[in-house]
C-alpha cells in the first residue's frame, strides 16, 4: 500500500477561460488559514499556449499584486505587474526582473489539464 503525503488538486475555471489573455482569479481552499493573514488566491493565465498559476501575493510586501479584477500584466503587455510600486515579473517563470523584489518570485503553483478543466495543486 503507498501512501502519498502530497497535496490535492483543486479544480479552477476551464481552459476556455483563459483565452484570449484572459486572467482568472481563485480561492485556495487551504485548511488552516492564519487569520492574521490575507485569504490566499490564486490567478492563472495562458502564458502563450501555456496554462500558469500563480499565488496571487507580492513578495515585496506579502499583498495581492492586483488592484482591478483580472488585471495583472503591464501596459506592454509583457511581465505580470504588481499594482502598488511596479515590480514587474516574468510570466514563465514568476521571477521579478525589476522593482523593489528584484531578484525573488513570484510563488508558482503545480497546474494541470484534466479534461477541458484546470486544476492546480494546494501549497502546502
Ligand atoms: S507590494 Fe508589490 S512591488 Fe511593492
Redesign the pocket.
Known amino acids: 500500500m503507498t501512501c502519498s503525503h502530497a497535496p490535492p488538486w483543486q479544480a479552477i475555471c476551464s481552459r476556455q477561460a483563459l483565452e484570449n489573455g484572459q486572467f482568472f482569479e481563485f480561492s485556495l481552499a487551504v485548511a488552516e488559514q492564519n487569520v492574521d493573514t490575507l485569504p490566499l488566491t490564486g490567478f492563472a493565465f495562458l502564458d502563450g499556449d501555456t496554462p500558469r498559476a500563480y499565488v496571487n501575493r ?1 513578495p ?2 506579502g ?1 495581492e499584486l492586483n488592484w482591478v479584477p483580472g488585471r495583472f500584466k503591464d501596459t506592454d503587455n509583457l511581465f505580470l505587474q ?1 499594482s ?4 514587474l515579473f516574468k510570466p514563465r517563470d514568476g521571477e521579478c526582473i525589476a ?3 528584484q531578484g525573488d518570485a513570484l510563488t508558482a503553483l503545480d497546474i494541470r489539464e484534466a479534461g477541458v478543466i484546470l486544476e492546480v495543486r494546494l501549497p502546502e
Open positions: 507580492c515585496h510586501m499583498i504588481c502598488t510600486h511596479g515590480a522593482g523593489p523584489c
